[in-house]
């Protein structure tokens, strides 16, 4: 079975750098694209940022400058740098793939279960 794992979430002060970090596991073929997306309170799940399997990025406006996303070498992994942190970031913070498994030609939609940032004074 498909399993994405987020972790790095926490509590930080404004103006703070949190870490996040998501790992694929389990019998899998390839992974194109990987997101993360945060919900906050009361609010719909937004797309945070976003990266091909070819290392294309993109951004959410009130990110850009402030967040980077990446891939490890093997794809498998994807890192959230986030500095400068608000406290309108606060949110749960998921990790998205289009994952392929072995045996078939069409990925799916994978989510994580979360990983909590709050950001406070």
């Known amino acids: 079975q498909v399993q994405l794992v987020e972790s790095g979430g926490g509590l930080v002060q404004p103006g703070g750098s949190l870490r996040l970090s998501c790992a694929a596991s389990g019998t899998i073929f390839s992974i194109y694209a990987m997101a993360w997306y945060r919900q906050a309170p009361g609010k719909q799940r937004e797309l945070v940022a976003a990266?091909?399997?070819?290392?294309?990025?993109n951004y959410a406006d009130s990110v850009k400058g402030r967040f980077t996303i990446s891939r490890d070498a093997a794809k498998i992994t994807m890192y959230l740098q986030m500095n400068g942190l608000k406290p309108e970031d606060t949110a749960l913070y998921y990790c998205?793939?289009?994952?392929?498994?072995?045996?078939?030609?069409?990925?799916?939609?994978?989510w994580g279960q979360g990983t909590q940032v709050t950001v406070s004074s």
């Open positions: 998205n793939a289009d994952i392929v498994v072995p045996g078939t030609y069409t990925p799916f939609n994978y």
């Open positions: 990266i091909t399997s070819g290392g294309s990025t």
